[in-house]
């Protein structure tokens, strides 16, 4: 009679540790520090831009920070540092961000109605996905994507930014695995 009280309570403790089995197999591969270089050019300018990509795995998700430092013509140094904290959704490969506390202590989305970004993120494969949805007081919208792709020693990353379906930017480099 113990044993079989036993087997459905591993069972039981087995499903309620399926997402975090699934985030272990999505995000772990990509867990690291990685630190690259680009060249933009926008209008002409060719700009030089230091990047780094922190993953960080946590108990409910991961974590992602990024820093971005964009060297102007003009001598003009522009650093941009930013980090989200991921959660399971109810869809496979697919986490939210958790990026505010409400008034229980409870991490939530942005709400993008409100000029908040939507950010969301998708493992297919050797591909880390995030997007980033702004919607502006008009109503126009941009997205940004950032693919990053596993390869030897690293990973290739492609950052891509579109305003209402018009392509804006576009940078690519290769990030090395510290």
Excluded: C
């Amino acid at each position: 009679m113990r044993a079989f009280l036993t087997i459905p309570a591993v069972v039981f403790s087995l499903f309620l540790l399926l997402p975090n089995l699934v985030l272990a197999a999505d995000a772990d591969r990509f867990a690291g520090t990685y630190v690259g270089q680009a060249e933009t050019v926008l209008d002409g300018e060719t700009k030089g831009r230091d990047l780094r990509a922190s993953i960080e795995l946590t108990d409910d998700g991961f974590n992602l920070s990024w820093t971005s430092i964009s060297y102007q013509a003009d001598g003009d140094v522009k650093k941009s540092t930013y980090k989200v904290e991921f959660v399971p959704s109810q869809r496979d490969h697919i986490f939210g961000s958790a990026m505010k506390t409400n008034m229980f202590g409870k991490q939530t989305r942005l709400d993008p109605l409100k000029g908040e970004p939507f950010i969301w993120s998708r493992f297919e494969g050797d591909t880390f996905s995030v997007f980033s949805l702004f919607i502006n007081e008009m109503g126009d919208y941009e997205l940004q994507e950032y693919h990053r792709t596993l390869r030897d020693g690293g990973l290739d990353l492609l950052f891509r930014r579109v305003s209402n379906g018009v392509p804006q930017k576009e940078i690519t480099a290769f990030m090395a695995r510290q």
